[in-house]
């Protein structure tokens, strides 16, 4: 099915699209999308509460360049730090793609652009957000920084540079998830 803002929802596919210059979905989604893109959009929006991580199985992975998250709690961990760095951070501008292969299982994808406000200044990045969904929950999390791969042992040729920076990621993450409280679940504000 394909869904955008100004086209009426098709019935016979498997894939949605849906497209919005807002942070919040309030156009059609997919099954899959419906269930867990607005808890995401809060988490990013720095407005999640531990209702919000309930979308994540528990051994969840969590990948930016900056961290990899093993978890909830440390994908807590990540997402309760944004307030501490930005006085703002939402997503303005979005288009979702949904390809549910199995009842409760399949890929959303969220093509976007971030907004940070960061000592005074306006920081928009290009985003490529990737969930894996198993059994209705987000099972693996990526979110590609001007849609480029994550640097890894996959994706760098130069033998043993790819797992130095994974390394260099899960550090972040353990120093992120520490200073957070070990995913303490808080008002995120706070």
């Known amino acids: 099915m394909h869904v955008r803002e100004s086209v009426p929802a098709a019935n ?6 849906a497209s919005s210059s807002q942070s919040k979905p ?4 997919g099954n899959l999308s419906a269930i867990i893109i607005p808890h995401l959009f809060k988490l990013y929006d720095c407005t999640g509460t531990a209702a919000d991580y309930e979308i994540y199985a528990p051994k969840a992975v969590f990948e930016d360049p900056l961290m990899q998250a093993h978890g909830v709690k440390q994908i ?5 730090s944004l307030p501490k760095i930005f006085k703002e ?3 303005v501008e979005y288009t979702i793609t949904e390809e549910e ?22 920081i928009n990045m290009v985003s490529l957000i990737k969930l894996q969904v198993q059994d209705g929950k987000v099972v693996r999390h990526e979110d590609l920084w001007d849609k480029n791969p994550l640097k890894n042992r996959e994706t760098v040729k130069v033998p043993l540079m790819g797992r130095a920076l994974e390394g260099i990621r899960r550090g972040n993450m353990m120093v992120t998830h520490l200073l ?5 679940d808080h008002n995120p504000k706070n």
């Open 12 to 17: 016979n596919s498997d894939q949605v699209e």
């Open 26 to 29: 309030e156009q059609k989604l």
């Open 76 to 80: 807590k961990s990540a997402f309760y």
């Open 89 to 91: 951070a939402q997503i």
């Open 101 to 122: 292969t199995a009842p409760g299982s399949g890929e959303i994808r969220i093509d976007n652009v971030q907004r940070y406000k960061v000592a005074g200044k306006t």
């Open 180 to 184: 957070m409280g070990f995913g303490k």
